[in-house]
T-cell receptor, first 114, second 108 residues
Framework: ETGVTQSPTHLIKTRGQQVTLRCSSQ?????VSWYQQALGQGPQFIFQ???????GRGNFPPRFSGLQFPNYSSELNVNALELDDSALYLC?????????????FGPGTRLLVL | AQRVTQPEKLLSVFKGAPVELKCNYS??????LFWYVQYSRQRLQLLLR??SRESIKGFTADLNKGETSFHLKKPFAQEEDSAMYYC??????????FGTGTRLKVLA
């Protein structure tokens, strides 16, 4: 069984640029959630994808968007990067959309916006 | 507003001493509560959830709806318990709201 993987591990961008982060879900999982974790904070829910559809969204602006592919891997896209977007981005996969299913987290992508 | 508060950023205890990591929440309905743990150089992982009422690695947590708390407890701390602990709430859907975390240091 392969765990959740994320790429890249680190990324440096400048303000105004766009970025795409990738997540491969654990084998057998059809649900991916994305979180932003700023320094010294807990993870903040961005959105969740279930079977290629956005299932729910947290308090993030539309410039945060995502995709889920038929193999259930997922992308997080952030447009018009701002300095405050600097954070660790985590994805988590699970075998269903409800909270009764355990989320398994990836190692994260650390994004620095200059 | 839905909120999770972990008042302690850092908690240091000696090995063998009892541990209590505090978590208070703000939610008007019946939430699901969780504790997540992140050991050094490892991923964030689920430790326990209130609905299953289980004890994991000697840790327990009881949901107190009157005090809106879900404190994590262990009677005798071990050095391997040193980690970052996050309390999380879900209103029962897809969404999780995490607290800011408490770093537990168990001293030899």
């Amino acid at each position: 069984e392969t765990g959740v993987t994320q790429s890249p591990t680190h990324l440096i961008k400048t303000r105004g640029q766009q970025v795409t982060l990738r997540c491969s879900s654990q084998s057998g999982h059809n649900t991916v959630s994305w979180y932003q974790q700023a320094l010294g904070q807990g993870p903040q829910f961005i959105f969740q994808y279930y079977r290629e559809e956005e299932n729910g969204r947290g308090n993030f602006p539309p410039r945060f968007s995502g995709l889920q592919f038929p193999n259930y891997s997922s992308e997080l896209n952030v447009n018009a990067l701002e300095l405050d977007d600097s954070a660790l981005y985590l994805c988590a996969s699970s075998s269903g959309q409800g909270t009764q299913e355990t989320q398994y987290f990836g190692p994260g992508t650390r994004l620095l916006v200059l | 507003a839905q909120r999770v508060t972990q008042p302690e950023k850092l908690l240091s205890v000696f090995k063998g001493a009892p541990v209590e990591l505090k978590c208070n929440y703000s939610y008007s309905g019946s939430p699901e509560l969780f504790w997540y743990v992140q050991y050094s150089r490892q991923r964030l992982q689920l430790l326990l959830r209130h609905i299953s009422r289980e004890s994991i690695k000697g840790f327990t947590a009881d949901l107190n709806k009157g005090e809106t708390s879900f404190h994590l407890k262990k009677p005798f701390a071990q050095e391997e318990d040193s980690a970052m602990y996050y309390c999380a709430l879900s209103p029962g859907t897809y969404k999780y709201i995490f607290g800011t975390g408490t770093r537990l240091k168990v001293l030899a």
